[in-house]
């Protein structure tokens, strides 16, 4: 299968999946319900992943889905889409742009193609494991950087401590030039374009880092789980860029 058919498919994921979201944004009397994993579910995330499954299984009968929502269908099939429709929902409920759609194709196993959009502000980042384009622009993790002048992200910023090593964490935040939580999966978009530097999550499902593989390699960064093995078997994420990833991973696992 070509892979120009399959990245035209996923804009129409895309397209679907963000029309359906923003009419809830920063609605003041939107309906949240608590999961069993205690995180929080909308109507938004649930009818965007519906409809994203209905037009795979019309388009592509044969391909299996791995979803947050729905669970998964046809999991060993050769190409496996992989959904959250919306990652950040916590973001989402308060009205803060910082949450996405992510998508993920998976072929044998493998993720040939990730996506961000971000509906609210009209941004979508791409990426085939070779290139990385936002807006339809190659776009990349800044080069040459020290690890005193980089930006750190996270999603939270307690997470890092009670899942890991302390000390390296507080070691690795003393390090850098400017330490923020501008994360879910806006802030892997702020680091493949070249406006953060390192991006660390301790904790995080399929749904939530498969997509981001192809976006952080095809922006020419490293991405591994926290003690630096293939992010596809984690889960955990320490993305960066080459000159500094080592260094990280260190300085995480004293």
């Known amino acids: 299968m070509q892979i120009e058919t399959l990245v035209n498919f996923l804009h129409q994921l895309l397209d679907l999946s963000g029309s359906i979201i923003k009419p809830y944004f920063n609605q003041s009397k939107l309906e949240v319900e608590t999961k069993e994993d205690a995180t929080p579910v909308t109507l938004a995330d649930r009818e965007a992943e519906?409809?994203?499954?209905?037009?795979?299984h019309k388009h592509f009968p044969e391909h299996g889905i791995i979803g947050e929502e729905f669970?998964?269908?046809?999991?060993?099939?050769e190409f496996v889409w992989v959904l959250d429709p919306i990652d950040g929902t916590k973001s989402f409920i308060t009205g803060v742009p910082l949450f996405g759609t992510l998508i993920c194709l998976?072929?044998?196993g493998q993720p040939?193609?990730?996506a961000i959009d971000q509906p609210i502000l009209n941004q979508r980042i791409i990426g085939d494991g070779s290139t990385t384009t936002l807006d339809g622009k190659p776009v990349r993790m800044?080069?040459?950087v020290r690890l005193k002048d980089t930006v750190l992200l996270t999603t939270d910023p307690l997470?890092?401590?009670?899942?890991?090593?302390?000390?390296?964490?507080?070691?690795?935040?003393?390090s850098v030039n400017l330490y923020r939580t501008w994360g879910d999966c806006y802030g892997y978009l702020l680091l493949a374009t070249g406006r953060a530097d390192i991006m660390v999550d301790p904790v995080v499902a399929r749904w939530d880092f498969l997509p981001l593989i192809p976006i952080i390699r095809g922006a020419k960064?490293?991405?591994t789980d926290w003690e630096g093995n293939d992010p596809v078997q984690g889960n955990s994420i320490v993305a960066a860029p080459p000159d500094?990833?080592?260094e990280v991973l260190r300085i995480l696992n004293p």
Do not use: C, F, V, Y
């Open 50 to 56: 519906q409809a994203i499954r209905e037009l795979i």
């Open 71 to 77: 669970g998964n269908t046809n999991e060993d099939a």
């Open 106 to 108: 998976l072929k044998n």
């Open 112 to 114: 040939i193609l990730g």
């Open 142 to 144: 800044r080069e040459g």
């Open 159 to 174: 997470e890092p401590m009670r899942r890991w090593n302390a000390s390296g964490w507080n070691t690795l935040t003393s």
């Open 221 to 223: 960064g490293i991405i």
């Open 244 to 246: 500094i990833h080592m």
